[in-house]
């Protein structure tokens, strides 16, 4: 069984910095991509950055220069430090890992449970 465990969410003003964690536990072969995406309150889930084991990144156009994606592949934890939060970053924060389970031996997404993230004054 795998396990996306988020923290680090919260309430924070305008201008501000928060930094959210995603580990990822369980029978882990490997894990091909990790990321995190975001639902607002009526909008679809959306995807905010992801990274590849070799460190490669991609980011929406709305977060780029102001947020960065990271990962520890030791501890298959991955972690998105955001910057100049603005009041529309607020939404539900999701961590996914694309990954090969032991008792799924191929490829499958896999979600956590979300993290709420405000940005408000």
């Known amino acids: 069984q795998v396990q996306l465990v988020e923290s680090g969410g919260g309430l924070v003003q305008p201008g501000g910095s928060l930094r959210l964690s995603c580990a990822a536990s369980g029978s882990i072969l490997s894990i091909t991509t990790m990321g995190w995406y975001r639902q607002a309150p009526g909008k679809q889930r959306e995807l905010v950055a992801v990274i590849t084991g070799g460190g490669s990144t991609n980011y929406a156009d709305s977060v780029k220069g102001r947020f960065t994606i990271s990962r520890d592949n030791a501890k298959n934890t991955v972690y998105l430090q955001m910057s100049s939060l603005k009041p529309e970053d607020t939404a539900v924060y999701y961590c996914?890992?694309?990954?090969?389970?032991?008792?799924?031996?191929?490829?499958?997404?896999?979600w956590g449970q979300g993290t709420q993230v405000t940005v408000s004054s």
């Open positions: 996914n890992a694309r990954l090969v389970a032991v008792t799924r031996l191929s490829e499958h997404d896999y």
